[in-house]
Nanobody
Framework: QVQLVESGGGLVQAGGSLRLSCAAS????????MGWFRQAPAKERELVAR????????YYANSVKGRFTISRHNAKNTVYLQMNSLQAEDTAVYYC???????????WGQGTQVTVSS
């Protein structure tokens, strides 16, 4: 198993930036593909970005493409989400998750709140 802890959330003005971090412990971090999800009030959880085990393949939701960047540092057991040009619609709780099966995220962090004021 792997344990995940997110950090880096907060309150930012529209147009600003934040970098989220997700620190992993437990089983070998590089064994997992990683994803960042978000859930806004009264909305379903959505996949924001994902990255494969060695970082050479990424995916972004259309709503964040060109503004967000996912990356990972396997030696530090950490995955990041750099968020630029933030908009009010990006306000949500952001979760990182780990997957060792195709399209199945079995391990989740506790979430970090991102609030963008307009």
């Amino acid at each position: 198993q792997v344990q995940l802890v997110e950090s880096g959330g907060g309150l930012v003005q529209a147009g600003g930036s934040l970098r989220l971090s997700c620190a992993a412990s437990g089983r070998t971090f590089s064994a997992y593909n990683m994803g960042w999800f978000r859930q806004a009030p009264a909305k379903e959880r959505e996949l924001v970005a994902r990255i494969n085990w060695n970082g050479d393949s990424t995916y972004y939701a259309n709503s964040v493409k060109g503004r967000f960047t996912i990356s990972r540092h396997n030696a530090k057991n950490t995955v990041y989400l750099q968020m630029n040009s933030l908009q009010a619609e990006d306000t949500a709780v952001y979760y990182c998750a780990a997957s060792d099966r195709p399209a199945k995220y079995d391990y989740w962090g506790q979430g970090t709140q991102v609030t963008v004021s307009s």
